[in-house]
């Protein structure tokens, strides 16, 4: 046990990763000699050798696509892509190669890819550089996307994700970065108890009036607004999704169905966001159950805005607890306005038949 | 280094390409070339031409097929054979080849049954033969993807020590395609030892080479600082002496190099396209008279060998494979219902599961009168008995899922 | 009046816009002396000049590109991608450029580019050739995604496509290309009232039991199953969704408040397809009006599957009203299973407090 | 054309680059380049080292102020004066120019108030500058996509008949892309006038040229049939002659042309960047001795110009501009919150007025103390009085979020 940032956690990970498995290769920009813009990858490649962490040539659809040749060969490379932004060179062999290779050859072709994202804002960086592109990813078959939100899980996932046949995306809440926590080094991800599967939420804090759902860097957001609204006396369970695709619906579900209320945060813009698939898978599977219809609290249907607007698009504690006043019917931003189409929003009469 | 003033040569000439078999089967002398087939004697020339009169005749049966609705859809190799043959018969078991979807001859020195080149186009499943087997990727459809997973995997035998190289095939059009581009700074940059061979066919679709470039392929090799070769692409002996040359340079350690095999795709684009809405079939005369077949029977024919025997020789071994793939081909099993989930994923995957489940429970309803799988006639079994409900599939193909290879026959009036 | 295809009305209605603007410039691969693969451009390049009808290198990148150029340069560029599958490289180009100029130069910079991709399956076509990748295009905000669903809107829609301001993502239903019908090609969509604004859906059926939500080749799918269900005395209202992002959220609202049931059925992926926006939006809006959970029947998650397979892929019009079935609580494809969540979805005990 | 078994050139040498004014101030002949700069006399060759002199203060006040919070992020041109001085002289004002996200010197020779350049780095807006009115586009950010843009630009110039002429710049790391490979692929396919500039400061980040290519980056251009040359990036007149000489070829119809400016940069990648990790002290001294400031000053003093007063106007020069940038950038205006909605869309968009709606009304709640726009605190407003609730920011920054430039003074830890 050691206090360790998240940086560290996800070095220590990889480190134990490689360690383990001699076909583990790190791929990307600046990651060899830099350590990476983020020092993810500090020191790996002073102890590993340059033929371990191989600094590539500046071009993401160049790295995945040799990362899939390496894959062919039998390595598992891990690749890292420097910002958010600019994984989308890297797409058409995301999405048509990586995702489909086993597919398509009917699994005599595995693809034990970990693609690294450090992801989200909240860092106060120019454009490209704070986006969230995950439900890009969650909508592809083919792939499974996760996200850590603590040192300790940072530590655990990367080596399941690497250790994992199928190609992962990894995503990193890098405004977590420089968080501090006890890492439990020692732990074998592949045998300890202890360490939930990958593909697992988790109740990162139990509560019986809301089930507020939320993924990596809103995972601390959520537990604050959590522990706000505690002190006005509304327990909201906290649901740290972990995998977001596959979803761990049995875990939603089962939250919800005491609950009966559901509030989804993300900072990627709402339209089509994640948000949107837990709401209408959780809505399926609960409907009975439900006394509002969810609510999603999310970034806004904008481009990244430059950064002294960031907070405003970003879901913060105020926003999300709003969002739990409208699941509860309590008076919100949206109450009292007529004509506004919030209104007619759960909180009013059953209409039913 | 100065502005270059002078226009570049046409990048579909052929005048400056090295060969050793002329178009009229004149056998010239290459210094650069010759060493590398000195052990290739009239024997070996002859199976070089047997494999290329085999995997013609599997094109040309694999376009009927199409046209009897056995194969949704074919892309033609006629006249891009002693490309392949030439560059495949220079390669070891333990190299590996990334191919696009054209490189049916490839295949064919590959060993690999022509069924499974089939099993593709007809719709029965996404790739056919297991790469792993054969050492050779599945046929890349995406234009250009496959030369990044060449340069990687390339890269991964120079960090096992190996001399295995890689080969990887693409078209003219394929070279604009950033994916290309960068397979090549990354195999420069890694000294990855992978060979780029590229067909230039003259055609991407539509559009001649002149679209893509100005100036000859080979040079956009040296450009990344790449050695490259323009070869006749129609000369099987030249294509298989240079593709040991460079294949022998790229094993030495001295990273990666590249062929432009200048060749001309004979036939549509695939058995969708129709040429004779943009080729000037002056043009096809001329590629006609460069047949790479045509050539080496020439060439055999002046040292002696009896034109007829030749040709039955030819003949025999092109007719037992064709009337296999003929008798073959409708029994390629079509994939099951439940098929559909397989593969998706290595390890288990919860969603899928689901959906799989909830499929089969779909499916079930229609079992009382019928098995789901290849005989299910399942839209004739639905509960209310309701046509319009059930029994025709309203989107176009006949109602048996399970059946004969009725979408695949479709769509066919669009060039892909 | 006259009867043409599908393919023909689009040929045509890009036919208008070229007189109209001679800004207007066609760029692709095979659209020139080819007209296309789909023959939409047909003649084009004869009439109008090599100038304004552009065979373009084998790039997609390069493509979409280049067109921003054009349209820094004043041209609206209409841009064909030849299959679905093929739009990937040109991700980064979308996603990060066109969707954001404008944004990004706070209104400088406009980009009424139109992206025309045929999408969709049924076809019998090999891998790539019939994706329904219309919700990573939703999902990004910047960009407006639509798609016609016969000849007359087919006219219409891409000439509203090509005349607005902001880039637009065309999807067109490749396999009802050779559906024929009426199409009134006097029509001027800019004045005629009779021609609805570019992203507002349609309904193409009243009804009263249930809200079928549809758009592209569904829609006629839709409509067959809504005539079949008639037949069986239900009465289902379809809604052709025309415009996927915006979503026209009023029309689906105002639709739901009435029947009290949604069924959405769409081609691509389940995961983070359009159904769970849509699923989830109307929940929001009409919570308290719902009889049952919204109903998704769409592509199951996986790649697009070989050509003999389609079929099974595809919702058709069994599947649709097995939907149907499910969201009016009828015996359905789920029932009477034991142990089946599905069982636990809408038609059970209202398990509310 | 033959296989090349000869080692190119490594791609950071300049050896072999065309040169006027050399390191120490000595002036070259170059048949190549003199023709395209007689008309530039001593006083202009003043202006040329003004014009420098004032982008390298402007860079090291931006450093200043982002070390003093008021800028978040800045990349330094520091070495990169006389590539891009010498280049954007030599452009007219009709033609366009797409630049990345280090030009501050091109943008300078445009006319554009510095401010503007700060404005993005602040991270009070996505861009500063309105392209139309500078025929400059904003900084792009992702690497090598403007290529593409300038060759779509380039082609709607010959598409309308004009004679103007479109430059892109770019670095060496950006060689590797696949846009810019396709950059190249279109403009040689349409013959667009346009002008690939490439600012090979042999470093991208931490990655040294060598990594992106084992050629000189140069040679890549001939490969697609594009006319290029090497020029010492750091000799302000040799850039401007290049760059004339290449736009005459580019606006007589004779299609894309490219330059490759060898250069240094003599920062850091950024001022998040600590290149002590990366970089050898050596190297960096070995281009100190080839400043491109330097040498037109000796240059200026051997040909009978006054050391001290030739410094002290140049000094003038750059202490006006910065004074006035110092003064200035805190007046940068901070985007108000509901500005967020702004220009996402040119034409009305329901869903995005329903979200702007919501987001005045969440903010309205705390109106009753404060006006929500620059001076709003709303942190402090909430109802319930819970800090824990409302006061603090919860993720970092302070809490007022119409403020001062909190965020953007973050995540400076990082190199990006
Ligand atoms: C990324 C991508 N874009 C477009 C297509 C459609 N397409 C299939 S083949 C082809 C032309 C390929 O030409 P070339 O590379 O010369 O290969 P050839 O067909 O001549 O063998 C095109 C445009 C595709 N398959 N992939
Ligand atoms: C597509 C993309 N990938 C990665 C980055 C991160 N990044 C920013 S600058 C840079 C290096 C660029 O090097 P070069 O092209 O030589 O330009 P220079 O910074 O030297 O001017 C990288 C990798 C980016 N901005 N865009
Ligand atoms: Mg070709
Ligand atoms: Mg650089």
Redesign the pocket.
Known sequence: MSGITFAKALNEGLRRAMERDPKVVLMGEDIGRLGGVFRITDGLQKDFGEHRVLDTPLAESGIVGTAVGLAYRGYRPVVEIQFDGFVYPAF?QIV?QVAKLHYRTRGRVVMPLTIRIPFGGGIGSPEHHSEAPEAYFAHTAGLRVVSPSNPQEAFTMIQQAIACPDPVVFFEPKRRYHDTAEVDLDTEPATDPRVLPMGSARVVRPGTDATLVVYGAMVKTALDAAAAAADEGTSIEVIDLRSLAPLDSAALEASVRRTGRLVIAHEAPRTGGLGAEIAATVTERCFDYLEHAPVRVTGFDIPYPPAKSERHHQPDLDRILDGVDRVLGRPNSLSGVPGNVAEAQGGGDDHRA | MSLLDSTPPAPGSDDDVLRLIGPTGERTASPDLDPWVSDVDDAALVRLLTDMAVVRRVDLEATALQRQGQVGLW?PLLG?EAAQIGSARALRTDDFIFP???ETGVAYCRGVDMLEVLRLWRGAALSGWDPMEFGMGTAQ?????QTLHAAGYALGTRLDGSDAATITY????????GDVNEAMVFAASFQAPVLFFC???????S?P?RV?AHAPLAGRAAGFGIPSVRVDGNDVLACLAATRRALDRVRSGSGPAFIEAVTY?MGP??TADDPTRYRDPNELDLWKARDPLARVEAYLVSRGHDPEELRAQLQRAADEVAARLRREVVRLPDPGPLDLFEHVYAAPHEQLERERREYALYLAQFEDQAQFGDQAQFGDQARTGDDARTGKNPDGGPGAPGGAAPSAAHGTEVA?
Chains 1, 3 share one sequence.
Not at chain 2, 141 to 145: L, N, P, R
Not at chain 2, 170 to 177: C, K, L, V
Not at chain 2, 199 to 205: C, G, K, L, T, Y
């Open positions: 058409d048509a | 892309p891009q696009s979807y054209r459809i995406v234009i250009g993807a693409f078209g003219d059009g394929a070279t604009s395609q067909q230039n066919n003259h055609w991407a679709i559009e080479v893509q795709r684009h695939t892909r």
